[in-house]
């Protein structure tokens, strides 16, 4: 989506080889019409997968899937990383390494909002390491629901998690696709 990634060529930080800070527009200040454009193109690419409900986890992915949810016109689900006194104690789990905090998560999504009958897109902000989208995909699978496929704004392509997820045959989407961050620079994949 060259929208996109003009913005991240205008706006991104590059820091060292593995981190990209885009917290301007994408995960800590949100740019609104960004994001309906972004939800635009991923109902392009999955409005033929009939979703039903779009799964994302905590935090930076709620907003981005909030958006593209109203062009499916279906409900978002957000997996949370902390447990809760409020949260229904039946649950699926899962286990996710986030690559940017360096630590291990339990997530969770109450069995009152996934159910066989349902088609899952799962949308994130960032696919690294795939992990966050495994533990999604997890938790679809416990439930019995179709995962119809996975949005991700973007992809480290240096990194495996996009070629793990695809491997696996997980019909994967990313708006920008980097392929290369080296001495405060970045490169798209073609």
């Known amino acids: ?101 360096g630590k291990t998560y339990t997530i969770r999504v109450s069995k009152n909002y996934l159910n066989s009958e349902d088609t899952i897109l799962i949308i994130d902000d960032f696919l690294a390491n795939g992990k966050a989208a495994l533990g999604l995909a997890h938790i679809v699978e416990q439930s019995g629901a179709k995962l119809g496929g996975i949005g991700i704004a973007i992809e480290k392509g240096f990194q495996d998690g996009g070629k793990l997820l695809r491997e696996k045959g997980f019909d994967v989407k990313s708006l920008a696709i980097i392929s290369s961050m080296e001495d405060g620079k970045l490169s798209f994949a073609e």
């Open 1 to 101: 989506m060259e929208l996109l990634e003009q913005r991240i060529l205008k706006d991104g930080r590059v820091i060292g080889s593995d981190i990209l800070k885009v917290d301007s527009f994408l995960n800590h200040q949100m740019d609104v019409a960004l994001f309906n454009e972004m939800g635009k193109e991923f109902y392009k690419l999955f409005a033929h997968k009939n979703i039903t409900k779009i799964l994302t986890i905590e935090a930076s992915g709620i907003g981005i899937a909030c958006i593209a949810a109203q062009y499916f016109n279906v409900p978002v689900i957000f997996a949370k990383k902390t447990e809760s006194r409020n949260l229904d104690s039946d649950a699926y789990l899962s286990e996710v390494f986030s690559f940017t905090k």
